[in-house]
């Protein structure tokens, strides 16, 4: 089975249109027609999860982020970054190929990303959630108990929290990675991954802080963008192995950048 | 509201004739906020278009002012400790009103993204209008013009506040020679010289020996993270995009190279050019006192 084969597999079970346009659900590196020794899932393709990959002896890498520390993967203004020629020297060499899913993982029903990031920080009833999953309710407890018990629970070292420690919260509203949502009336706090923490579209950092003073109870934890939608990606190795039987598939995480 | 729109456009329609008025011409009729504005665009020069961020987001510009508060985020607490200081003109680096917008625009709904933008009947933005024109403030923007004419008191700013003025390499460049230490050493130094809670994070070896920093208040691209890290042994930076710089920084760590970034959050890396500022107004306002007021290091980390 070739790397396209695979793609070409998902694309099939994925269960919705198919965006050719998509600039990042493509091949990054590697021969397409390579053939698969087995597939890792991952949420970044960081060239320390490219050579734990290779030393488990999958060659298939398929992964939710960027490769080339861009967005586009553009790699026109690399061409003699010496990280750039090691990373790629090294997955050409052990023949490894690199392919991104990324839009068409927040276009499925349900998206992975969302129904992992929800688990991995306690919430539940999550399992059908979509990229925009609304207000999930649980049991009322502080800003302070509930950032602990996400710590607790996803292993994460440097997340950050706004808010009054001590304000009384249940609503919980959450988007993956780099879409964490606004915050709105019917949310005490706001989950993402990351965020411009000021001068972007809305600011929430700056609107809880706010808030806080004015004593509402809101809050906001930037779990990382990495810790945020790693979880998923394990999700999606579950899913490929409901129609991939011929290759192993594991779910290989990056590690969270941060000391 | 209605208030601010009104003085919104009067002081576009000021702008234009910005310069035309030189310091010290008011005589002795009392200084207004439309006043010092002028004089601060005059000292700092440049065009002012009012389509630019630059300008006032709340308060009456013919307001007297008793007194100018600087700070890289007016938040509430911020508008709240210039009240108590008696200093009603605040000069604010970032938005007020929760992004660009400044809460002008109304609420829209991107399709798969969700609302951007908070509107001006959100009951947080409507509590600090009201603030504002209950104790009489006028907020003004002033980021590009401050950077753009003063860049380099960003920079040095940062640096004063981490006590590595004397250790600049070149006056044109924000490179610094600073004491060896390793990365680890040197992340407690910023820590406790900036009075951060929990928005510092840094990636990269933490036992390499750091010696050559860059400093770079605010967001920094990745364009200049692929140009500039291999110069350094660290670069601190406002923010970056995690899958951007950091992840750039852990693959080069990776690949054995001794460095790390650290992210010092984006309004506490331009608080100390904020400070500056407020020294620099000293110097264009002599009526009144000038203060830099800090927002603090929004984040924390829980037990």
């Known amino acids: ?259 | 509201m209605r208030d601010a729109h009104i003085s919104r456009r009067r002081f576009a329609l000021m702008a234009g004739t910005a310069g035309l008025a030189p310091p010290g011409a008011f005589g002795a009729e009392p200084l207004t906020a439309e006043g010092v504005i002028r004089r601060i665009q005059a000292g700092l020069g440049g065009d002012w278009p009012s389509a630019g961020p630059d300008g006032v987001k709340a308060g009456d510009l013919s307001a007297v002012v008793k007194g100018i508060a600087t700070t890289a985020m007016a938040t509430l607490d911020v508008l709240k400790q210039a009240v108590k200081a008696n200093t009603n003109l605040v000069l604010t680096y970032e938005p007020t009103f929760y992004g660009r917008g400044e809460g002008r625009a109304p609420a829209m709904v991107t399709p798969g993204r969700g609302p951007v933008g908070f509107g001006a009947d959100d009951p947080v933005v409507k509590a600090k209008h009201e603030f504002i024109e209950k104790h009489g403030l006028i907020v003004f923007r002033l980021r590009d013009h401050w950077q753009a004419h003063k860049d380099n008191d960003m920079v040095a700013g940062l640096a004063d506040a981490l006590g590595w003025s004397a250790h600049r390499v070149k006056s044109d460049d924000a490179l610094y020679d600073i004491p060896k230490a390793t990365a680890e050493e040197t992340v407690a130094l910023i820590r406790s010289g900036l009075n951060l809670r929990g928005g510092l994070r840094a990636v990269g070896d933490r036992k390499a020996t750091i010696r050559r920093v860059l400093l770079h208040p605010g967001p920094m691209t990745p364009a200049t993270m692929w140009r500039r890290y291999s110069e350094v042994d660290m670069m601190v930076v406002g923010e970056v995009r995690e899958w951007e710089n950091t992840h750039y920084a852990a693959d080069i760590f990776t690949a054995g190279e001794k460095r790390a970034l650290v992210t010092i959050g984006r309004v506490v890396s331009e608080e100390p050019g904020m400070r500056a500022c407020a020294e620099w107004l000293k110097a264009v306002v002599t009526e009144v006192p000038a203060k830099w007021i800090d927002a603090g290091d929004p984040y924390w980390r829980p037990a």
Request: glycine share 8%; aromatic share 8%.
């Open chain 1, 1 to 259: 089975m070739t790397a396209r084969e695979v793609v070409d597999l998902i694309r099939k079970n994925v269960g919705v249109p198919w965006n050719e346009r998509s600039y990042r659900d493509t091949f990054k590196l590697g021969n397409p027609d390579s053939t698969v020794k087995g597939i890792a899932t991952t949420v970044m393709a960081t060239f320390d999860m490219i050579q734990r990959a290779n030393a488990a002896g999958l060659n298939l890498l398929i992964t939710h982020e960027d490769t080339f520390w861009n967005d586009r993967d553009e790699t026109k203004d690399l061409a003699e970054n010496p990280l750039f020629k090691a990373k790629t020297e090294y997955v050409l060499k052990n023949d490894m190929v690199i392919w991104r899913i990324h839009d068409h993982m927040h276009a499925m029903k349900p998206d992975f990303t969302v129904v992992g990031s929800l688990r991995s920080v306690g919430v539940k009833g999550g399992e059908n959630a979509t990229m925009r999953p609304g207000v999930y309710t649980i049991p009322e407890t502080t800003l302070g108990e509930f950032a602990s018990q996400v710590k607790r629970l996803t292993g994460a070292r440097a997340f950050r929290c706004v808010g009054d420690p001590k304000a009384k919260v249940r609503r919980i509203l959450l988007g993956p990675g780099y879409a964490t949502p606004r915050m709105t009336a019917e949310a005490d706090v706001v989950i993402g991954g990351e965020q411009q923490e000021a001068d972007g579209a809305f600011d929430d950092v700056e609107y809880v802080m706010d808030a806080a003073s004015l004593g509402m109870a809101k809050g906001v934890i930037m779990l990382g963008h990495v810790v945020s939608e790693q979880p998923g990606m394990e999700d999606l190795a579950n899913w490929m192995r409901t129609f991939i039987h011929d290759v192993p598939i594991r779910f290989v995480p990056a590690e969270e950048p941060f000391w």
